[in-house]
């Protein structure tokens, strides 16, 4: 009987390691295929709102059936678990795995947050995708957001906005003057260089507020959500355009570590989940809108004005100086800055030509809503 040589027993004692290595891995893949994780997901919405309150509801569905109930996530509407305005800390301090809110709303921990949501005058919804997905867009968001534990994902578009509701006409900038408005973000800012005292509340107080008088005006978001509010029933006059908001972006905003947690394949349903909800929220309001508006005028007998001509042009010279301001206070605000208008006036140059051309050929007469 030969004894085996000792290069031969390496060879084979290394071949059966090999063996039981790809064994183990196979063991761990499937212990991950079969591991479920149950997540917690809180909102700045009234539970099922239409539109961004049903876009939640729609992600933790997909995502239940695309990882066969691996990953599931209980959707909590604003107040619920925590109060619409906490969202951001219940996600970045662990309460939280997941949450669905606007950046505007944190700009007191990260002023340059706002950029992400809603800038007067600034990109549209398509806009707004296309600097976040192509531009470079996402990676500054995250980068924002990285001195807090979470990531971020673009998860639902508003378009345009409605410029709000209002207790009295809006003839002149002279009729801003003392007026208590709801309105957050760079357009509340520009509204309180005009002469209004603006309030910061979650959407669910703002038709309680209206109607009692601790506002005299307010915006929401566009005919869908509004009438939904029912906030005809508390303001006659009811003004376009949404000059301040051209689109507000919503955000999926993750827990790092939680995230982390995930074996790849839940993450890549996650953040495919997140892309068709955020196609999916902008498709509705585009679908829903003009019925709603409808419905608003036709029905209920809302006065619907466009924004005097003075408004428009003092709104949009104050916002020059506001969006200046909120450049220059930080370095990351002047990067994340540069990047937005490099953009917009990049698809600017191009949508004249395509978009705005196009929309002026279609309607050659103009404004028809009078």
């Known amino acids: 009987m030969k004894v085996k040589t000792l290069p031969v027993a390496i060879a084979m004692t290394t071949a059966m390691s090999a063996s039981l290595l790809a064994v183990s891995s196979i063991d761990n893949h499937a212990q991950a295929q079969e591991e479920e994780f149950r997540w917690k997901m809180v909102t700045s919405w009234p539970k099922n709102f239409p539109g961004v309150g049903q876009g939640p509801e729609r992600l933790a569905e997909l995502v239940d059936e695309m990882s066969d109930g691996r990953l599931t996530i209980e959707v909590f509407g604003a107040g619920q678990l925590v109060p619409g305005f906490e969202v951001f800390d219940a996600v970045s301090d662990g309460t939280a795995e997941l949450g669905h809110s606007a950046s505007y709303y944190w700009k007191g921990k990260a002023p340059a947050a706002q950029f992400f949501a809603a800038v007067p005058f600034g990109m549209n919804a398509q806009e707004m995708n296309a600097w976040l997905h192509f531009g470079g867009g996402m990676e500054l968001w995250n980068e924002l957001y990285d001195d807090f534990g979470v990531d971020v994902l673009v998860a639902g578009a508003s378009g345009v906005q409605m ?4 207790n009295k006409e809006i003839n002149s900038v002279d009729d801003l003057d003392g007026l208590k408005m709801r309105m957050p973000g760079l357009g509340g800012e520009v509204m309180s260089r005009m002469g209004v005292a603006i309030v910061n509340m979650p959407g669910g107080e703002i038709f309680t507020s209206l109607q009692s008088g601790a506002i005299d005006a307010t915006e929401w978001i566009g005919p869908y959500n509004d009438l939904a509010f029912g906030l005809h029933q508390a303001a006659d006059y009811y003004y376009y355009p949404g000059w301040h908001e051209p689109t507000v972006m919503f955000e999926a905003i993750v827990n790092e570590e939680a995230m982390a947690e995930l074996p790849a394949d839940l993450q890549a349903i996650l953040k495919t989940a997140v892309r068709d909800v955020n196609a999916n929220v902008l498709d509705e309001y585009t679908a829903r809108n003009n019925d709603a508006l409808e419905t608003l005028v036709n029905e209920h007998d809302v006065e619907l004005r466009r924004i005097p001509d003075d408004v428009l042009a003092q709104a949009r010279e104050h916002s020059e100086d506001v969006v200046a301001e909120l450049a220059e206070s930080s370095e990351m605000a002047t990067r994340i800055y540069e990047s937005y208008s490099a953009f917009q006036d990049k698809v600017e140059d191009y ?13 050659p007469d103009g404004d028809t809503t009078e």
Do not use: F, M, P, V
Not at 163 to 166: I, L, N, Q, T
Not at 351 to 363: K, M
């Open 163 to 166: 410029g709000g509701w209002y």
């Open 351 to 363: 949508h004249a030509i395509s978009e705005q051309a196009y929309y002026n050929a279609r309607n």
